[in-house]
């Protein structure tokens, strides 16, 4: 078998079969098969695309590329969770205790953030204490004791799918469906979960930016988990807006607690509560969508979720009192407003520009050896809708400089308002089973 014959069938629009994708991808991470040819072939799956088997072979030719976490020592469902990243993304923190709380284990290996998207592992970290690297066993432990651990990803898992975005990154082949479906799901693959929920964003602060191509991605990835033996569901919801009122990561796990008090940004509730619910039917506690939901609402109104939420703090040795004293979370030294420089409706907010500037005061990485300042970022006192004054403050900067012009500019920026209300946002746009 050679690389180059491969790269001639893919390129003719052929279809691999298993045993040669997994040469490819076996070939590609031990170094035998160089940059050179992969990015031909990648090219080709660009131009030509991928039947669904050639996707869930090479989605478990990458997962199999390092290793496959073993969680048969943790009773239950594993069900897993992922979005494909926006501003203000806070679910994860939400959903991890509520679905815990229901008895079903959560455990959730998760990255960090790169660009303007904050990574969930950043976020805990602002909690004084809290560790986000454990042993095996001290992670089982915790999810047979608690219900809900959250860890950082293994560095060997799916290293393939490391080597293979580098490449794709720098050879215009990143936005390919079938390259980003078996991506996504090789790590969680290789995670071990039994089954998975997937929150496909599509807008402004999305890379996925209409619901066509969202759905694309989604089927594709639920295709995958079908055929992998892994039951899945992909929800498609809104990121034309930040999610929720906070960006940052002192910010976001405030407001993370606030909606697992009940008493949280509405729209932020309703995706969590979604999500949570799609989790809990995976993880066979409920006959229907509709029973889940009642279900998870009632958890998080008779404070089990923030209980939850608390032991999960201290089993990973942080401090369960920011729960009740969230002054206790990294907080900013200043503290600038700003203004509509007109009457009228926030008619748009490009999620995207929001998330740039939250990066630039510290709460983001552009680069991956950039340090995170924990208590920077924005609160959003204005959305999408929502009527504002001349002169009135539609976003709160926390920050640690007291420069901010710049910031203030791009918040300026991706604020748009018009005299006419807009429409009312719409959260979930699709679910595919």
Known sequence: MRMVDLIHKKRSGEVLSEQEITYIISGYT???????????????????????????????????????????????IKVDKHSTGGVGDKISLIVGPIVASLG????????????????????????????????????????????????????????????????????ATVDSIPLIASSIMSKKIASGADAIVLDVKIGSGAFMKTVDDARAL?????????????????????????????????????ESIEVLRG?????????????????SLLGKVF?????????????????????????????????????????????????????????????????????????????????????????VGLTLNKKIGDEVQVGESICTIHANQQDVKAVETMIQGAYRIENSKPAPVQLIYDVIV
Do not use: C
Request: net charge negative; no cysteine; aromatic share 6%.
């Open 263 to 279: 008493t949280g940004d509405k729209e932020l509730t309703e995706v969590a509560i979604s999500v949570a619910a799609y989790m």
């Open 287 to 375: 006959e229907s969508f509709e029973e889940a939901q009642v279900a998870v609402r009632d958890i998080v109104l008779n404070g089990k979720a923030l209980e939850t939420f608390k032991r999960f703090i201290a089993s990973q040795g942080g401090d369960p009192n920011v729960v009740d004293q969230p002054e206790l979370l990294p907080t900013a030294a200043y503290h600038f407003e700003v203004l509509a420089e007109k009457d009228g409706f926030i008619n748009q907010i490009n999620a995207e520009q929001i998330g740039i500037a939250a990066m630039l005061l510290g709460a983001g990485r552009a680069k991956k050896e950039d340090q995170i300042d924990y208590a």
């Open 104 to 171: 079903i284990p959560v455990a959730k290996m998760s990255g960090r953030g790169l660009g303007h998207t904050g990574g969930t592992v950043d976020k805990l970290e602002s909690i004084p204490g809290f560790q986000i690297e454990l042993s095996k066993e001290d992670f089982i432990h915790a999810v047979n004791t608690n219900k809900i651990a959250i860890v950082g990803q293994s560095g060997n898992l799916a290293p393939a799918d490391k080597k293979m975005y580098a490449l794709r990154d720098v050879t």
């Open 30 to 76: 031990r170094g035998d098969i160089p940059d050179y040819q992969m990015s031909a072939l990648l090219m080709a799956i660009f131009f030509n695309g991928m039947t669904s088997e050639e996707i869930s072979a090479l989605t478990l030719a990458m997962a199999g590329s390092g290793e496959m976490i073993d969680l048969s020592e943790i009773a239950g």
């Open 218 to 254: 989604a089927r594709t990835m639920v295709d995958i988990g079908t055929q992998l033996k892994r039951n899945t569901i992909a929800m498609i919801t809104d990121m034309e807006q930040p999610l929720g009122r906070e960006i940052g990561n002192a910010n976001e796990i405030r």
